[in-house]
């Protein structure tokens, strides 16, 4: 009985330690930052006279390497 106990959870260890280093949150970061505008499309200066910068924080994804498709005969 112990020994099973002990395969499930050495199972269980084994199985998080693959889902960890991948799914929603994981990954390298990487911060994208463009000019602020405003309704008609002008660039919003700040009170020391440099344009705003809106950041976003973005997933970097691993690009896959495949196969090239054959264009379709007509």
């Not at 505008?37 to 006279?49: F, L, M, S, T």
Request: with cysteine; proline share 7%.
């Amino acid at each position: 009985m112990k020994f099973l106990l002990a395969l499930i959870a050495s199972l269980a260890l084994v199985g998080t330690a693959y889902a960890g280093d991948e799914g929603p949150g994981k990954g390298e970061m990487k911060e994208v930052c463009h000019p602020k505008k405003d309704k008609a499309g002008k660039e919003v200066v700040g009170k020391d006279g440099k344009p705003v910068q809106e950041c976003k924080k973005v997933k970097v994804r691993k690009k896959l390497e495949g196969t090239e498709i054959p264009p379709a005969k007509k």
